[in-house]
């Protein structure tokens, strides 16, 4: 992952969230990885994804509530009003995350119990184009 990668899925991010202090820092453990924080706080990482022959990107984090706390723990974690949670149809396990009228991506249980869940947000090579 080059540096105008980096500044393209930071500027991406901060848009997606409405994050404009969230940072994208080289990850020190893999040259196709990235670290994605907020404030001093490490909330996820960004791994390449080259399998198809088109690069794309695979956002991660973990979010440590459960089920009835999550779009409150989003929304003030980003501090954005905006964020909200939708039920998927026939899925139980997951739910979208949602800014506005725009999909972010999944959010699963980690367990069947739903104590913790992960975001998994897929960035697309032409969701980067125009920043």
């Known amino acids: ?3 105008s990668e980096i500044l393209k899925l930071q500027a991406h991010l901060r848009r997606s969230f409405g994050a404009p202090t969230l940072k994208v820092l080289p990850s020190s453990k893999a ?3 990235a670290d994605v924080q907020f404030g001093e706080r490490r909330i ?3 791994v390449v994804d080259d399998e198809d022959g088109d ?4 956002f ?3 979010i440590p509530v459960e089920r009835p706390v999550l779009q409150d723990y989003l929304r003030r974690l980003f501090e954005n009003d905006q964020l909200t949670i939708a039920s998927r149809l026939k899925k139980t396990d997951s739910v979208e995350l949602n800014h506005g009228p725009d999909f972010l ?3 699963s249980a980690d367990d069947p119990k739903g104590k913790t869940y992960t975001l998994q947000m897929a960035i697309l090579d032409f969701d980067l184009e125009d920043l």
Request: glycine share 10%.
């Open 105 to 107: 991506g999944v959010i």
């Open 44 to 46: 996820g990482s960004i």
């Open 55 to 58: 690069r794309s990107f695979s």
């Open 1 to 3: 992952m080059d540096k």
């Open 60 to 62: 991660e984090m973990k």
């Open 31 to 33: 040259a196709d990885a």
